[in-house]
């Protein structure tokens, strides 16, 4: 076991579905933009029976628009069922450098939200992708209203994100 972790170090990466097959195989869900792309990072933490593991990946396929996956110390469905519904962490340090112009969700999310009067509007409470650009879910700053939805589109209505300050610059009027 690996209890020692920091979770404010972690992101969440996937989530593990299903037992596949009798010998151990797990079907994944992976967030990642590519889903692939989650077996780059290793190790991936899980919380198994409240403490955390840290497991390798030993084997992964991909299944009828899925991925399944193995692991060395899960051998039948009934241990595989032991793991099923847990997230899947890697730490952030893990993930690549992004150029100036991009961003993690992790780096946006909790970030000020200020106009260009200066004045704040809220924090951001999360994001949502709609496929022609993401929103940004603001919990209101003045309790008029819980929360508003802020598009996503760098320079115009996204005029700045400070990642090192936690805050992001947008030509918006709440």
């Not at 077996?39 to 399944?68: A, D, H, M, R, T």
């Not at 598009?151 to 994100?161: D, G, H, T, W």
Request: proline residues 3%; positive net charge; hydrophobic residues 40%.
């Amino acid at each position: 076991m690996f209890n020692n972790v920091n979770h404010e170090n972690l992101i969440v990466l996937g989530k593990i579905c299903s037992p596949y097959g009798v010998k151990g195989w797990i079907k994944i869900f992976s967030y990642s933009q590519i889903k692939s792309n989650i077996f780059n990072y290793s190790p991936w933490y899980i919380k198994e029976l409240n403490k955390w593991k840290k497991i390798f990946v030993k084997n992964w396929q991909c299944y009828k628009k899925n991925f399944i996956f193995k692991i060395d110390y899960i051998n039948d469905r009934d241990m595989a069922k032991r793991i099923c519904n847990s997230y899947i962490f890697v730490k952030k340090k893990q993930l690549p450098i992004l150029p100036l112009d991009e961003f993690y969700w992790f780096n946006i999310l909790d970030c000020q939200v200020i106009n260009i009067d200066g004045k704040l509007l809220g924090y951001v409470k999360d994001i949502i992708e709609t496929g022609s650009n993401d929103v940004l879910i603001v919990r209101n700053s003045n309790h008029k209203l819980n929360e508003f939805l802020i598009p996503f589109i760098l320079k115009k209505v996204i005029r700045r994100i400070d990642t090192f300050n936690k805050v992001i610059y947008v030509t918006w009027n709440q």
